[in-house]
């Protein structure tokens, strides 16, 4: 039985390894692990938030931003984290460093389009072409932006459908803002009939468009005869308002224009089909 216990593993016999000092060593190993991992993980979590609720503060700093380098926080701390695990058993942590760095160009090379889109994605967090809350079009789809991270971003259609777009379709097609400023300019056109005074419809178009609080004074609205088409004389017009107000706007314009040529029994002329019968 004693020849057992001087089997050596190691360098070490098989009771050193089985002595309570050892023992007491590895113990105490584990629980320092633990209270690390706990540490590290709570200290993530705080620096998370509290870079994140830097961007929240102030109306002009862009959260999606401070979300962005919130992540990068939590990761980089997390990271520091398992070394020091490592480390306090005794694992060394500079080889594991160059194992990480061989691995993560294996996985590069195979993960090449996930990449790309990560790439786009801090492209577009640092340069902003686009940020959450913006009214968007981008790679054949339209909607107001709900998330954006290193790998997609959210659309949330007119009729609330979710889209998750790769960044990469987003960073490399072009990218259509329209929230990015505060006034829009809607454009209309609209025809009345060849035997109509031109000054009067003229009159009565623009004033219905006006009549409206959204309409915007300055710049200064626009109206003019733009076409002599087959069947009407056409007005186009132009006038300003605010971008959260064009779509809800543009459509009421026309209806009051509608209702408005009525009213003054103008004509608004449409093609017609005239059929002609032929005798036998």
């Not at 686009?130 to 981008?138: H, L, M, P, R, T």
């Amino acid at each position: 039985m004693q020849g057992f216990f001087n089997y050596q593993i190691g360098g070490m016999s098989v009771g050193d390894i089985l002595s309570a000092e050892f023992l007491t060593s590895i113990l105490g190993s584990v629980v320092s692990a633990i209270i690390i991992l706990i540490v590290g993980f709570a200290v993530a979590r705080w620096a998370s938030k509290r870079v994140r609720s830097i961007g929240g503060r102030k109306p002009e700093l862009d959260i999606t931003l401070f979300n962005f380098l919130g992540n990068i926080t939590r990761y980089v701390i997390l990271v520091l984290t398992f070394l020091f695990v490592l480390n306090t058993f005794g694992v060394q942590t500079t080889s594991i460093v160059a194992i990480i760095g061989a691995a993560s160009l294996a996985i590069g090379l195979a993960l090449q389009g996930t990449l790309s889109n990560v790439a786009a994605g801090v492209m577009i967090v640092l340069f902003r072409p686009i940020k959450i809350g913006d009214f968007v079009a981008v790679a054949g789809e339209t909607g107001s932006v709900k998330d954006v991270t290193l790998n997609f971003i959210e659309l949330a259609t007119l009729d609330n459908v979710q889209v998750i777009i790769p960044n990469g379709q987003v960073w490399g097609n072009t990218i259509v803002n329209y929230s990015i400023y505060e006034t829009r300019r809607a454009e209309w056109v609209f025809g009345v009939s060849y035997d109509t005074d031109l000054q009067k419809a003229e009159k009565v178009i623009l004033d219905a468009v006006l009549d409206d609080d959204r309409a915007l004074k300055d710049p200064e609205p626009f109206i003019q005869v733009s076409n002599l088409g087959d069947f009407s004389v056409d007005f186009t017009v132009r006038v300003w308002c605010a971008s959260g107000d064009f779509l809800a706007f543009s459509g009421d314009a026309t209806r009051r224009v509608k209702d408005a040529l009525d009213r003054e029994n103008i004509d608004i002329p449409f093609p017609t089909a005239v059929e002609i019968q032929q005798s036998a």
